[in-house]
């Protein structure tokens, strides 16, 4: 597996995952980080997020004999399964149930010593405190129906490009283009209507 192509490396590490859970962990590995920090920055939860990040994997792990490579990152396929786990958690309107236990009782999934998830659950909270004009955003954007929560979370928050966006959430880019445009301009209405307050 060459490093500097990912997509040919979690290709094969899927390929393998279909045949020896293990080769999962190598993927929880790659990915969790990114899906969770994008869980954080969406909730602004830690424990709602480990949960959201627990179930994003279980749900991935237990589609995988059904996933067919068509070229795209196996990170958009991961953002997809957690975007729709975020909204399903704000339609609940509650948190969504711990299954890290289920997902580490059904593979060989190596999981990361707690000491280590504290140390990086106590850097997350001081660059969440110390941030305040970030937090000031997260929370106007909560305002904001989900659709551009969603898209301005993923161009912004996680760094996506346009395309990325749109294959995450299974949208035309145009569309895409027009949900952040339409979701920042809310959004600054947002801000400005809370400042004034």
């Not at 399964?81 to 704000?90: D, S």
């Not at 294959?167 to 027009?178: A, D, F, N, Q, R």
């Amino acid at each position: 597996m060459a490093p500097s192509d990912s997509r040919s490396s979690d290709q094969t590490v899927i390929e393998q995952a279909k045949h020896d859970p293990a080769a999962f962990g190598i993927l929880f590995d790659r990915h969790f980080g990114s899906i969770f920090a994008y869980l954080v920055r969406r909730t602004g939860d830690w424990e709602a997020s480990r949960d959201l990040a627990s179930e994003t994997f279980l749900k991935a792990l237990k589609a995988l004999p059904r996933y067919r490579w068509q070229g795209r990152p196996v990170s958009a396929w991961l953002f997809a399964i957690a975007t729709n786990e975020l909204r399903m958690y704000y339609r609940r309107g509650q948190r969504a149930p711990a299954s890290l236990d289920a997902l580490v009782a059904g593979s060989a999934v190596y999981v990361a010593d707690p000491s280590t998830l504290d140390d990086e659950r106590q850097a997350v909270e001081r660059e969440l405190e110390q941030n305040a004009e970030f937090a000031l955003v997260r929370r106007a954007l909560t305002r904001l129906p989900l659709k551009y929560q969603e898209a301005i979370a993923l161009r912004y928050f996680e760094e996506k490009t346009v395309a990325e966006v749109a294959e995450i959430l299974g949208k035309p880019e145009g569309t895409v283009k027009s949900l952040v445009s339409r979701g920042l301009e809310r959004l600054r209405a947002v801000i400005e209507q809370t400042q004034r307050s």
